[in-house]
């Protein structure tokens, strides 16, 4: 199991930039993909980024060449760089990690509670 916060969320400028950070409660080391979802009311949570272990990364077309995952393990957290925000980034961003469970019988996904950024003038 582990325990995801998010932080960074905040109202910013078209054009602007935010970096999200995704603390983890425990070591990373062995959380094999970890990704940030995003949602707007009325739709459905979207994949923006995800990384694996091997730092392999994957963007939504709309983020690609705007946005920038990380993972540091040595501080348990997963980062979510995003520059050139447009007001159609505006969203809950939530991160996920998807954890393989013998117990449980397969992956299990785990979410953090989100944090709002609002790209606005």
């Known amino acids: 199991q582990v325990q995801l916060v998010e932080s960074g969320g905040d109202l910013v400028q078209p054009g602007g930039s935010l970096r999200l950070s995704c603390a983890a409660s425990r070591s990373i080391v062995n959380i094999n993909l970890m990704g940030w979802y995003r949602q707007t009311p009325g739709k459905l949570r979207e994949l923006v980024a995800s990384?694996?272990?091997?730092?392999?990364?994957s963007y939504a077309d709309s983020v690609k060449g705007r946005f920038t995952v990380s993972r540091n393990n040595a501080e348990n957290t997963v980062y979510l760089q995003m520059n050139s925000l447009k007001p159609e980034d505006t969203a809950i961003y939530f991160c996920?990690?998807?954890?393989?469970?013998?117990?449980?019988?397969?992956?299990?996904?785990?979410w953090g509670q989100g944090t709002q950024v609002t790209v606005s003038s």
């Open positions: 996920k990690a998807a954890i393989f469970e013998a117990d449980y019988g397969g992956w299990r996904d785990y």
């Open positions: 990384i694996t272990g091997e730092r392999i990364t």
